[in-house]
């Protein structure tokens, strides 16, 4: 359902000396092209139409998936779309007016968040659609769409434009005309034929009302590329073929250290696996899984002493139950449920934790840690271990493990217990203070104990949002005691940055698997190893070899992985999330930078950060010769010395100093990278973000006094006043480096007055 959200304005005057420099894009120079007489909609499609092509993407089996629309920008085959009209690592075919049809050779560039891609067909001469200027666009002005909805190819639309609206943080053009499925992607027009935005969405509250992204935001996409060739764009998302394998169809792909799958599998009963490579270790051995239904009338979970066919074992739920299942062949006459029941633990619509435990002569299965199922069914005696799906169902699966023995993944029965009767005591209203939720964050009961919580919050209305508070706090106090641990010791050079800049991510999405991704990292950089050049491994010329290297990882990462800086929307928080820079292929300069240095120093090279004002870059220290300086938001760039003086004075206006060279701590690049998600927090005059970003800073750096004062006033604002004293009372206690000691004096006598 489509929602429109009015944002209420927070007063924030005790904090405006405090503001983070606000970035306003520049004004577009470039003078609009002389406005030619207007035409009729009937002429204006016959010359337009030439130009607007049909998009589809097609699925595992070879059959056509998706289906929507494109225009042609540029006589060489450059057209532009929406991201999700293309599909996600899916093979991409365009078909023209005259019925010629090409295969898509690239992705040119795309932005997932503003939901834009350019892609490339192998074709010239073709006719283009001229672009406009969408600010320009006046409410009320008279437009037409053309497009393929519901694959009625080439159908036009007229209408007028409502206005312009933010939907989702970004902004819209909203049409006076209807948008259907296979719209998307067709261009919006004025009268005298440019195209002022791409028809994206259409509204549920009324079928005569659509949305279009304004065609401003494609024109960084088009001035800077990041093109991609179908060859690598076809393995974004697709899971390591050297960890699993996937039988019968279905798309199975992985995103923020999650294993998804969809679509019917080509078994019967639209049966579909996906089995790990990993050796499978002698009896007896256990292995888990936690899988999520979109549909509980679904069935997914484990499979084992599988064939690599149609002979294995399954768990799952289904209906509301869980099986234990003998499957023998590849029809329902070979499969035999040798156990189905209902589990009174199973959390229905929520997250289940399913586990296996293989002895000789005996088979035991649990469901979030509690034996159900006990069987001695021997007909199957080995294989390969993994996960099943049937029948149309999307599932997710989080933490897959296999193991001698391992950990419970929920609470015991008695500390649940405990934990959730002391949130009877929780006030219906009003702000968690932190003793409350240190009573919690102190249990041994891992993250287990946030889907508790959670759990409880659906059964008790009145303590819901309370409880989801709570839940989120628990989980971020934890995640921020462990960042803690990876960043407060001895030795700055000791840091795990990779790690670290995980665990800043994982704060605000408890779903982040940190260990898939540092996984994910050693990959990658053992894909560049195995494909390094001889001269990379030249030990009598280390200088040599140090350029080969550095020269194979830039090929990996740009030219074949397609890596980039975001251009479509730079200030997006998912650009400071490693994770989702990671699954995106863009990032700011400092994550970017982050990923170029961890990848780099499994190569054996070292690269260092660099923090220029306003502009992250990365910096080459060789055996021996001088150092190279690296814009990785820039595809590798490298840089000279003009360069970064040129860099420095765009950015800042200033010049560039030598304190601005010297390699930056990792400790700072994390505090950072935290601070870039602090400013949009403060931009947004979220408060409440704010003093967790806040309290994530002082995590990395205990003696960040700036940001403790900025904690202190906002305290002081939601009326924490103890919290707010004791936090005067460090900073005048400590003397922290670049704080007027004056102001919190003044903060201090201002949060002891009596409340009136």
Excluded at 80 to 95: D, F, K, S, Y
Excluded at 606 to 613: D, I, Q, S, T
Aim: proline share 5%; net charge neutral; glycine share 8%.
């Amino acid at each position: 359902m489509l929602r429109f959200n009015r944002l209420s304005c927070v007063c924030v005057a005790m904090i405006i000396w405090l503001v983070l420099p606000v970035v306003v894009a520049a004004a577009d120079d470039a003078k609009p092209e002389p406005a030619k007489p207007s035409a009729t909609v009937e002429k204006l499609n016959e010359q337009a139409r030439k130009s607007v092509v049909v998009v589809t993407f097609t699925g595992r089996d070879g059959r056509q998936q998706g289906l929507g629309s494109g225009f042609i920008i540029e006589p060489n085959g450059l057209i532009a779309t929406n991201l999700h009209v293309i599909g996600e690592a899916r093979p991409i075919r365009v078909q023209l007016t005259d019925g010629k049809s090409f295969d898509v050779t690239s992705v040119h560039a795309y932005d997932r968040n503003l939901d834009l891609a350019l892609i490339k067909i192998d074709a010239k001469d073709l006719p283009v659609l001229p672009l406009g200027d969408s600010a320009a666009l006046k409410q009320g002005q008279a437009i037409m769409a053309i497009g393929n909805p519901h694959g009625l190819k080439h159908s036009v639309v007229a209408g007028v434009v409502s206005g312009t609206r933010e939907i989702d943080n970004r902004s819209m053009i909203q049409l006076a005309i209807p948008i259907e499925p296979g719209n998307s992607g067709g261009p919006l027009l004025d009268m005298e034929g440019r195209v002022h935005g791409i028809l994206t969405m259409k509204s549920l509250v009324t079928d005569n009302l659509g949305f279009a992204v304004p065609i401003n935001a494609l024109k960084p996409l088009i001035e800077k590329p990041n093109p991609t060739a179908m060859a690598r764009w076809l393995t974004i998302g697709s899971l390591d073929s050297k960890a699993w394998t996937s039988l019968f169809g279905s798309r199975w792909r992985q995103r923020a250290g999650r294993i998804v799958v969809d679509g019917t599998g080509q078994g019967f009963g639209g049966r579909s696996l996906c089995l790990s490579e990993q050796a499978i270790p002698e009896l007896p051995f256990e292995l888990t899984v936690s899988v999520k239904l979109d549909d509980e009338a679904g069935a997914a979970g484990l499979a084992f002493c599988a064939d690599g066919s149609d002979k294995h074992y399954g768990f799952y739920p289904s209906n509301g139950k869980v099986r234990l299942t003998r499957f023998d062949g590849p029809d329902v006459y070979s499969w035999h449920v040798l156990q189905e029941l209902p589990v009174p633990n199973y959390r229905l619509g929520d997250w289940n934790a399913l586990k296996v435990r293989l002895e000789t002569g005996k088979i035991q299965c649990f469901v979030n840690d509690q034996l159900v199922v006990t069987s001695t069914d021997q007909n199957l005696k080995s294989g390969k271990v993994g996960l099943a799906k049937f029948r149309n169902t999307q599932a997710e699966f989080r933490g897959f493990r296999m193991a001698k023995e391992l950990p419970q993944t929920v609470l015991v029965n008695d500390e649940l217990a405990r934990l959730l009767k002391q949130t009877e005591d929780l006030p219906a209203t009003g702000r968690l203070t932190s003793d409350v939720i240190g009573k919690f964050t102190s249990s041994t009961a891992g993250d287990s104990l946030t889907s508790a919580l959670e759990g409880k919050a659906k059964q008790l209305e009145q303590q819901a949002g309370q409880l989801r508070k709570l839940a989120v706090s628990v989980h971020q106090t934890r995640t921020r005691g462990e960042l803690s641990k990876v960043t407060q010791i001895e030795k700055d050079a000791d840091i795990d940055l990779l790690r670290a800049a995980l665990l800043i991510a994982r704060i605000d999405n408890e779903e982040v698997d940190v260990e898939a991704y540092l996984g994910e990292v050693d990959r990658m950089a053992r894909e560049v190893r195995d494909n390094l050049p001889v001269e990379a491994k030249d030990e009598q010329e280390p200088a040599k070899a140090e350029a080969a290297r550095l020269a194979a990882l830039n090929k990996y990462l740009f030219d074949e992985q397609g890596y980039h800086g975001s251009r479509g929307e730079y200030y997006h928080r998912s650009n400071s999330y490693l994770n989702e820079v990671i699954d995106d292929r863009e990032g700011l300069p400092i994550t970017l930078s982050v990923l170029y240095m961890e990848l780099a120093r499994r190569l054996n090279l070292k690269v260092e950060g660099v923090g220029l004002p306003g502009h992250f870059v990365a910096r080459l220290v060789p055996t021996s010769g001088d150092p190279q300086v690296i814009d990785v938001y820039e595809r590798g760039k490298s840089l000279s010395a003009d360069d970064v003086g040129q860099l420095v004075k765009e950015n800042t206006g200033r010049a560039v100093l030598p304190e601005h060279l010297e390699a930056m701590p990792k400790r700072a690049i994390l505090v950072r990278i935290i601070r870039n998600l602090l400013g949009l927090a403060q931009r947004d005059q979220n408060l409440e973000a704010m003093l967790g970003y806040l309290d994530t800073v002082v995590a990395v750096s205990p003696d960040s006094g700036e940001e403790r004062f900025m904690r202190a006033v906002i305290y002081f604002q939601t009326r924490r006043r103890t919290e707010a004293l004791a936090e005067a009372d460090w900073l005048l206690e400590h003397k922290p480096r670049g704080v007027d000691l004056n102001r919190v004096t003044e903060l201090r006598e201002l949060v002891d007055r009596p409340e009136r």
